[in-house]
């Protein structure tokens, strides 16, 4: 399937382990990686920069396969997760990042295009999040307000 708004059409991408089983090497328990997930929660690290860090650095190849629950379900459980959901957050954060650039650039026709695609893309990804209702049904996306929702 091609990209949604680029000429690419790449499938690349990294494949999941056949064995649903943790591999015989990782020495971690459950509790230990739900114990270490709060603790990055709380220093304010999103779900895939936790699941980064449990894999460098604690040798946990895959959460769900020594936990049975995503890193997402865990936060949830124990009341950390984020209010928006992680990619329309950073959808939001680079429609900010190309406003305030267009504020100090304003003939950049480029990156005036470009903002109409990323906004295209928020709204439609917002409009999937209210109906899987990870989202409240009344939220809207307005660029007036955005970089307080990223900040």
């Known amino acids: 399937m091609g990209r949604m708004h680029s ?6 991408g990294s494949a999941l382990p056949y064995k649903k089983t943790p591999p015989s090497w990782v020495k971690s328990t459950s509790a230990e990686a739900c114990e270490h997930i709060c603790r990055l929660a709380k220093k304010g690290m999103t779900p895939s920069q936790i ?3 449990l894999r460098d650095s ?19 459980a124990n ?10 957050y950073h959808l939001i954060k680079k ?4 406003r305030k650039h267009l504020e100090r650039n304003r003939q950049d026709k480029d990156a005036k295009f470009r903002l109409i695609l990323v906004e295209a893309r ?6 999937y999040c209210k109906e ?10 307005d ?3 955005a970089a307080t929702l990223v900040s």
Not at 60 to 73: A, G
Not at 95 to 98: G, M
Not at 122 to 127: E, K, L, Y
């Open 7 to 12: 000429s690419g059409k790449g499938v690349s």
């Open 51 to 53: 699941g980064v860090v």
């Open 58 to 76: 604690h040798g946990i190849p895959q959460v769900k396969s020594l936990t049975n629950t995503k890193i997402l379900r865990i936060l949830k």
């Open 79 to 88: 009341g950390f997760a984020p209010e928006i959901p992680e990619d329309l």
């Open 95 to 98: 429609a900010v990042s190309i």
């Open 122 to 127: 928020i709204h439609r990804v917002s409009r």
């Open 132 to 141: 899987s209702k990870k989202l409240p049904p009344n939220w809207r996306y």
């Open 143 to 145: 660029s007036a307000t």
